[in-house]
């Protein structure tokens, strides 16, 4: 069975950086593209950043210069970095896995974890 905890949420003034990290159970690793989504009080899930198998990157645009996703697969982990942080990057922050791009890239994503709060003060 897939699990994914994410680590590092909180309170941040605007301007401000953190860090989150996403540890992974139960699956391939290194075969899995990863992702991490947020949802903001009364706004759609949007997909933030994922990192693919291989490598690949996407940003969403309102992110991209200020986060940055990396993996590390000897350690299961996936990590976002979050720099320059704003008040409208406030959500909570999930991360996701699957095989499939056309997947995440949808927000179909096969596997969830529960989420960490990020709040951004202005």
């Known amino acids: 069975q897939v699990q994914l905890v994410e680590f590092g949420g909180g309170l941040v003034q605007a301007g401000g950086s953190l860090r989150l990290s996403c540890a992974a159970s139960?699956?391939?690793?290194?075969?899995?593209?990863m992702a991490w989504y947020r949802q903001a009080p009364g706004k759609e899930r949007e997909l933030v950043a994922s990192i693919s198998s291989a490598g690949g990157l996407y940003y969403a645009g309102s992110v991209k210069g200020r986060f940055t996703i990396s993996r590390d697969n000897a350690k299961n982990t996936v990590f976002l970095q979050m720099n320059s942080l704003k008040p409208e990057d406030t959500a909570v922050y999930y991360c996701a896995a699957d095989l499939s791009w056309p997947s995440v890239r949808d927000g179909n994503t096969g596997s969830w974890g529960h989420g960490t709060q990020v709040t951004v003060s202005s």
């Open positions: 139960g699956l391939a690793f290194d075969k899995y593209t």
